[in-house]
């Protein structure tokens, strides 16, 4: 990894959670966020967030995997640390601060060739 950051946090729910019941957690807490993808499971090339997917964008990618035998909930976001940690989201808090358009500026589809939504 040449730039970006991962994170990964494990979870343990006190009640029983089920996938459905996260995605429908995952879509009403980011379904509306510009800047925010959902990426946990199924097919293609990265089926969990990883950096260098959002290398060069002020993206975010949140997913998680649940392992119901150990009832622990896996969370995982990436950024790249350079725009969404820093540049990036200095002018998307601009954005928001001076009434311009949110995405205004920040809708560069990045360095990675499937990063691409």
């Not at 994170?7 to 807490?29: E, I, N």
């Not at 959902?38 to 950096?51: D, F, K, L, T, W």
């Not at 358009?101 to 990045?110: H, I, K, S």
């Amino acid at each position: 990894m040449i730039r970006g950051a991962a994170a990964t946090a494990h979870v343990f729910p006190g009640d029983p959670v089920s996938k459905g019941d996260l995605w429908g957690a995952y879509r009403g807490t980011y379904g509306e966020e510009p800047f925010v993808d959902m990426v946990a499971g199924g097919g293609g090339v990265y089926r969990y967030p990883e950096p260098k997917a959002v290398a060069g964008t002020n993206r975010a990618e949140v997913g998680f995997e649940l392992d119901p035998p150990d009832r622990r909930l896996v969370v995982f976001a990436a950024i790249d640390n350079m725009m969404k940690g820093s540049a990036g989201q200095a002018v998307h808090a601009a954005n928001v601060a001076l009434g311009f358009e949110e995405t205004a500026g920040l809708e560069f589809q990045g360095l990675h060739p499937v990063g691409a939504p």
